[in-house]
């Protein structure tokens, strides 16, 4: 049986740690900078200064986030077991009265908690200065967008954290790590767009959908744009993803199971 108190302890030191260091604050003030930057000054290519509209402003931060946040969360977490166990640490923390599943909860939990704080407190100081330009719906996207976020970066701490309970040493995990970032920001999307053009276009009306629901940052992509149809209309997505994939509850279920599912693979390999 799961101990949820031994859960909170790990989870409450990992994220002291992180507040010890000022890792928090270095990144909360890292997302305001950046989304004040792209929210007021994201149009001046085009002669303008200052906020637009919501939905180019959430379009411009949603391209922030997919590269920043899954980066910042696997440097977070590459080393959350291994580090423990190049240290002669672990070891020690397995002879107390806590289970592998639980150790592995609580260093999850924390460092979930770590990053959930930095992305609310820097985007959340850019949106109460938003709340003065804009309506309660889109705050509503506002906030949507803030809580996607978060499920980004919980997923890509899941990812680092199977990488870290599989790697030897450090230096693998973080070279995996790196892997992993290029392969779900970088190289995916890529790939599939290599195929689609090479194919005319034939792929993606059955198989293309699916295939951007195995990537993360695709579904986060896809939670935050898709329902607002000029940028639906402007990135495309409208002639090769269903409306019917489109729910937001089926995404982010499925964001959810991309947390759950990297953390099973890390304790069955823990074990």
């Known amino acids: ?32 900078l950046f989304a004040l930057a792209i929210t007021y000054f994201g149009a001046a290519q085009q002669g303008e200064v200052g906020f637009r509209n919501i939905e180019f402003t959430i379009a411009s931060l949603v391209s922030l986030v997919i590269y920043l946040i899954p980066l910042i969360a696997l440097i977070l977490g590459y080393d959350a077991i291994v580090g423990e166990r190049e240290r002669g640490s672990l070891d020690l923390l397995l002879s107390m009265p806590i289970t ?6 609580g260093k999850f939990a924390g460092l979930s908690l770590a990053l959930a704080s930095s992305t609310l407190a820097g985007f959340g100081l850019v949106g109460l200065l938003l709340a003065r330009q804009t309506d309660s719906t889109a705050l509503y996207h506002y906030a949507g967008f803030m809580l996607s976020a978060i499920l980004l970066g ?31 920001v970088l190289v995916y999307d890529l790939g599939l767009l290599g195929v689609l053009v090479l194919s005319g276009g034939t792929f993606g009306e059955a198989l293309f959908p699916v295939l951007l629901l195995l990537n993360p940052a695709d579904i986060f992509r896809l939670l935050n744009i898709f329902n607002m149809q000029d ?41």
């Open 100 to 105: 592998r599943l639980e150790l592995l909860l």
């Open 1 to 32: 049986m799961i101990e949820f108190a031994q859960i909170r302890t790990i989870a409450a030191k990992e994220f002291r740690d992180r507040i010890r260091n000022r890792w928090v604050i270095a990144v909360a003030a890292i997302f305001t």
């Open 154 to 184: 919980m997923v890509f701490l899941s990812l680092a954290v199977m990488v870290s309970v599989i790697a030897k040493d450090r230096a693998r995990a973080s070279g995996a790590a790196i892997a992993v970032w290029f392969l779900f």
């Open 231 to 271: 940028l639906k209309n402007f990135y495309g997505l409208a002639t090769v993803f269903p409306a019917s994939l489109s729910n937001p509850w089926l995404l982010g279920s499925m964001m959810v199971g991309w947390i759950i599912a990297p953390l099973a693979v890390a304790q069955w390999r823990f074990k």
